[in-house]
């Protein structure tokens, strides 16, 4: 099906994340949550979890949830240091599949919302 014909009305049934496509990804990366971590993820790159808690202002429950989340959906990848003992978080290839998403949402953003939003100052 080209992206310019209609899909098939979908049975009232059925479930919505199973026949919208978009429904379905939003379920995926669409909560406040995680939408932040994997922005801090494409803007800052990889990151230690106290990193992480700076630039997403999330407490370490949060974080620690929203985190095995994304890895439990291939989004993003945990790796282990012994010297010093750290823990790393990075985007994985599926989840940098993701940065032309957020460049589009960003300039959504920017152009229907900048008028509704407070400045918000990003950390260095």
Same mark, same amino acid.
């Given at each position: 099906?080209?992206?310019?014909?209609?899909?098939?009305?979908?049975?009232?049934?059925?479930?919505?994340?199973?026949?919208?496509?978009?429904?379905?990804?939003?379920?995926?990366?669409?909560?406040? @949550? #995680?939408?932040?971590?994997? #922005?801090?993820?494409?803007?800052?790159? &990889? $990151?230690?979890?106290?990193?992480? $808690? &700076?630039?997403?202002?999330?407490?370490?429950?949060?974080?620690? #949830?929203?985190?095995?989340?994304?890895?439990? $959906?291939?989004?993003?990848?945990?790796?282990?240091?012994?010297?010093?003992?750290?823990?790393?978080?990075?985007?994985? &290839? #599926?989840?940098?599949?993701?940065?032309?998403?957020?460049?589009?949402?960003?300039? @959504?953003?920017?152009?229907?919302?900048?008028?509704?939003?407070?400045?918000?100052?990003?950390?260095?």
């Amino acid at each position: 099906m080209s992206c310019d014909e209609l899909p098939p009305k979908p049975d009232p049934d059925d479930d919505v994340f199973e026949v919208c496509p978009v429904a379905r990804a939003f379920e995926i990366v669409g909560s406040k @949550w #995680r939408l932040t971590v994997l #922005r801090s993820l494409h803007l800052y790159g &990889e $990151q230690r979890f106290s990193e992480l $808690q &700076e630039t997403t202002t999330a407490d370490s429950t949060t974080l620690s #949830r929203v985190l095995e989340n994304l890895e439990n $959906q291939d989004l993003v990848t945990r790796r282990l240091e012994d010297r010093p003992i750290s823990t790393y978080y990075d985007l994985t &290839e #599926r989840g940098e599949s993701l940065t032309g998403v957020f460049d589009e949402f960003e300039e @959504w953003a920017f152009e229907h919302t900048a008028a509704e939003m407070p400045a918000v100052e990003l950390p260095e």
